[in-house]
């Protein structure tokens, strides 16, 4: 653990002048497991100004090398004044005993580990800790609520990505709701000159109208300068000053951002798009299930047509038949969305934030033949 205290702001009027003069490389690892260098110049450590004060005591487990430490936790502690605690690793069993000793106000975490947390054998005192605010990507939505209840704390739900370090996050409080399941509104930069824009486009690059599903793009000037030495990726990313997230999304009425899913994750079965994301959510609400992936899988019937199939991770000690996932999933999804092969796992592989890798779920070769087929077994 190392802890950073900068109680006093030596310096940052000057550091929030010249931000422009400074560039960041940052590497990523994109779903297919190939890497990219992504080079970022202007206003890189301003973003966190909104998030975090001087007053506040930051406490994350996140790699340094992931942009979200290094932006939100580490420059915004820097540029805000406040004091951060950088932990060694991520441990559910022991990251509120942590926030206790270090006297955390926020922590910052990633969305993959959120679920651990919640899964943490309950204790009396959970709601007695000094964290005030939890920044994450997001909760899942059927637990959203009570784990504010649970550990006495608001959920700061967060959107972006390296190339874009400005993007989406829970409404301020105070100014809005904020919504269980959505993502938020656009940052607002601290600088009221700075804009940042979000829109969701169709596959023609039309914006489309409030409710419907598309890409989630960005425009700012945070937004990354390009990948580094890589002008034909650089130019398919960023087009006309907006980065192309590759994510679907959509906004409500009340232009609030909800999360779909990566575009190259999203399922196409019958001719009906099907977010992964939906089927999880499901899935991980069943009182035996600790955690689950869907992906979809090959169908034989061309086209790029998919079957939908679901890993699943129980929690220990729990029974559970593959009849009784899917007949769970019967009675909360619509029938085409019901997976079609189920497979039981002991783990799952991850990134080094915790991420389930689901291209190398792809990549297990006999994919479909060892596991549940519940078109082949009796009828559910």
Same mark, same amino acid.
């Given at each position: 653990m190392k802890m950073l205290d900068h109680s006093a702001k030596p310096g940052l009027a000057e550091l929030a002048e010249t931000a422009h003069m400074f560039g960041a490389k940052i590497f990523i690892q994109i779903s297919t497991g190939q890497g990219r260098q992504v080079y970022s110049k202007r206003q890189w450590v301003d973003p966190s100004l909104d998030v975090i004060s001087a007053d506040d005591r930051v406490m994350t487990p996140n790699p340094l090398f992931h942009a979200n430490a290094q932006v939100y936790s580490t420059m915004g502690s820097l540029a805000a004044g406040a004091s951060l605690v950088l932990l060694k690793r991520f441990s559910s069993s022991q990251i509120l005993e942590q926030a206790r000793h270090y006297q955390a106000t926020k922590m910052v975490l990633v969305q993959a580990v959120t679920p651990w947390v919640w899964n943490r054998p309950r204790r009396e005192d959970d709601g007695e800790n000094p964290v005030k605010t939890m920044v994450a990507g997001n909760v899942p939505v059927e637990i959203y609520e009570d784990f504010e209840k649970r550990f006495q704390l608001k959920i700061q739900t967060i959107y972006s990505l390296t190339e874009s370090v400005l993007g989406i996050m829970g409404p301020r409080e105070g100014t809005r709701p904020r919504k269980p399941g959505g993502i938020g509104v656009p940052m607002e930069h601290p600088t009221p000159s700075i804009k940042n824009e979000v829109k969701i486009i169709d596959e023609k690059g039309n914006e489309v109208p409030a409710?419907?599903?598309?890409?989630?793009?960005?425009?700012?000037?945070?937004?990354?300068?390009?990948?580094?030495?890589?002008?034909?990726?650089?130019?398919?990313?960023?087009?006309?000053?907006?980065?192309?997230?590759?994510?679907?999304?959509?906004?409500?009425?009340?232009?609030?951002?909800?999360?779909?899913?990566?575009?190259?994750?999203?399922?196409?079965?019958?001719?009906?798009?099907?977010?992964?994301?939906?089927?999880?959510?499901?899935?991980?609400?069943?009182?035996?299930?600790?955690?689950? @992936?869907? /992906? !979809?899988?090959?169908?034989?019937?061309?086209?790029? &047509? %998919? $079957?939908?199939?679901?890993?699943?991770?129980?929690?220990?000690?729990?029974?559970?038949?593959?009849?009784?996932?899917?007949?769970?999933?019967?009675?909360?999804?619509?029938?085409?969305?019901?997976?079609?092969?189920?497979?039981?796992?002991?783990?799952?592989?991850? @990134?080094? /934030? !915790?991420?389930?890798?689901?291209?190398?779920?792809? &990549? %297990? $070769?006999?994919?479909?033949?060892?596991?549940?087929?519940?078109?082949?077994?009796?009828?559910?």
């Open positions: 409710g419907q599903q598309g890409e989630i793009i960005i425009r700012n000037s945070a937004i990354m300068v390009e990948y580094f030495k890589d002008s034909v990726r650089t130019a398919e990313a960023k087009r006309d000053g907006w980065v192309h997230t590759d994510d679907i999304g959509y906004q409500d009425e009340d232009s609030y951002f909800f999360f779909v899913g990566r575009k190259k994750e999203v399922i196409r079965r019958r001719g009906e798009l099907i977010s992964p994301v939906e089927i999880e959510s499901v899935i991980n609400r069943h009182p035996g299930v600790q955690e689950s @992936s869907v /992906i !979809g899988v090959p169908s034989g019937l061309g086209s790029g &047509e %998919e $079957e939908v199939k679901a890993f699943v991770l129980l929690k220990p000690g729990e029974t559970v038949s593959p009849r009784e996932i899917l007949s769970w999933c019967q009675e909360n999804l619509a029938e085409f969305k019901v997976p079609r092969f189920l497979e039981f796992r002991m783990d799952f592989p991850r @990134s080094a /934030i !915790g991420r389930i890798q689901k291209n190398l779920l792809k &990549e %297990e $070769e006999n994919s479909t033949h060892e596991c549940y087929d519940r078109l082949k077994e009796d009828t559910i």
